[in-house]
């Protein structure tokens, strides 16, 4: 699948479960809280998994109280075959286009950044145990 404008996408060779535990772990090791998950009606197995990070978050709707309708963030998690899962990590620089606020611009290009650590540490697997 082609990398769309609004969101970060991975490919892990992993089944659904799996990958949705280091989806979890991805997000949490960059400060971010999962708040919800959901399974999503899709011709393959789809979960949506709902994500914050408390402190872009507070710092988002605290400079436009409005842009709380856009948060918190999605990922959906879709396996595609089995040990091929598809992941897509919205991606928070959206939000600005609907804004001109320097203050919530910030604190999106701050997660974008992180997402794209959250992107890197799902790319590179899970570590090796010795």
Known sequence: M?????C????????????LVDVRAALQAEGFQVVAECEAPAEGRCHQVLFTHV??????????PNTASMLP????????????????????MVLTSYT???????????AALLLRR?????????????
């Open 100 to 110: 001109r606020n320097a203050q919530v611009k910030a604190a999106c290009e701050q």
């Open 118 to 130: 959250v992107s890197d540490r799902l790319m590179l697997g899970r570590p090796v145990q010795l």
């Open 55 to 64: 402190g872009l978050q507070a710092r988002i709707i605290n400079a436009e």
């Open 8 to 19: 970060f996408t991975v490919a892990i060779q992993r089944p659904l479960h799996a990958a």
């Open 73 to 92: 963030w999605t990922a959906a998690v879709l396996e595609l075959a089995p040990q091929h899962t598809h992941v897509a990590l919205q991606d928070p």
């Open 2 to 6: 082609a990398r769309p404008a609004y």
